[in-house]
């Protein structure tokens, strides 16, 4: 499908790119590896946010909020995911630049509420797919399909081997996540997290969600003193031996849910960006990896 979606565009002169190359600005560099992966040198990538950015608090700078107004083709997270830059996307929206939401095309999570539609609180098209290699790679071959409608100038052949391996990559991703977290039993897949992120996660390597630090898909809100105590007793009856915390957002209320629940440790993931280089978590498929391992060594 993704290929005679690919095959079918031919290639054209003309872009607003550097060296007649379509440009295309990515708010989050978790997608932002992803594309820049699969177009290579098809196409001008540029990137909003830096690792370890916070996507619910980033905010862009002026030369910012002009790329996006200039740019062929945005791409965003979707799913309320990027609240600060609301105003921003949609000004280059209204400036008539194609905007494609990775959302879109990824399958519902079951008990996923979406932002914006109350009423539909037990399956949503998850902010944090990212998750799940699986729904990554829907969200990667939407993300395709589209840039190639919109920008025929792309080299089609190019940018089809690139996605095609990518793919692949994905695909073998998966199998490995599976096999890291082989030995964890049934009745240790249960996850804490500092915010609601890894419900794709949980969904697709049968993991149950015990709670979350902030009870919320955004850390830029908070939790009461209420919500941590039952959280902890939670953790004490089932027997929930680690807290995981996101690399991007404070750590101090996953420690003192850890310290009230006595025994617990925090261990740190990757769920809304990219680690540093030398991380281990610099790129998409890293980061996956990476966070299996962690995850099994704390609950394995």
């Known amino acids: ?64 909020a002009a790329e996006l107004r200039e740019a062929d083709l945005v791409v965003v997270n979707g799913g309320g995911l990027e609240a600060g830059l609301t105003d921003v996307v949609e000004a280059a929206r209204d400036d008539g630049v194609p905007i494609h939401e990775a959302t879109s095309t990824v399958d519902p999570t079951p008990g996923v509420h979406v932002p914006g539609h109350e009423h539909e609180h037990e399956n949503g098209a998850d902010p944090h797919f990212a998750s799940d290699p699986v729904r990554m790679a829907q969200a990667a071959k939407g993300i395709l399909v ?105 750590a101090r209320l996953a420690d003192r849910l850890a310290s009230d629940a006595a025994g617990v440790k925090v261990v740190a993931l990757y769920s809304e960006s990219l680690g540093k280089p030398g991380s281990g978590a610099d790129t998409y498929l890293g980061m996956v990896g990476t966070n299996a391992r962690r995850i099994a060594d704390a609950l394995a």
Do not use: W
Not at 5 to 27: D, K, M, Q, Y
Not at 177 to 202: C, E, G, M, Q, Y
């Open 1 to 64: 499908m993704l290929a005679a979606s690919l095959t079918a565009c031919g290639s054209t002169e003309g872009s607003s790119g550097s060296g007649g190359r379509p440009s295309i600005v990515v708010t989050t560099d978790v997608l932002g590896d992803v594309v820049s992966t699969m177009f290579g040198d098809a196409a001008d990538v540029t990137v909003l946010m830096p690792p370890g950015a916070s996507p619910h608090e980033f905010q862009a700078s002026a030369r910012q």
């Open 146 to 250: 589209d840039a190639i409608r919109l920008e025929p100038s792309l080299d089609t052949k190019a940018v089809r081997d690139r996605a095609g391996d990518y793919l692949a990559k994905l695909a073998a991703l998966d199998s490995e996540v599976r096999k890291i977290l082989a030995p964890i039993p049934a009745d240790r897949r249960l996850l804490v997290t500092n915010h609601d992120s890894f419900a794709s996660f949980a969904d697709r390597y049968d993991f149950t969600v015990v709670g979350a630090v902030i009870p919320s898909m955004s850390t830029a809100d908070s939790a009461s003193a209420r919500d941590l105590a039952r959280l902890a007793a939670t953790i004490r009856e089932r027997h929930v031996p680690a807290i995981f915390a996101d690399t991007s957002s404070p």
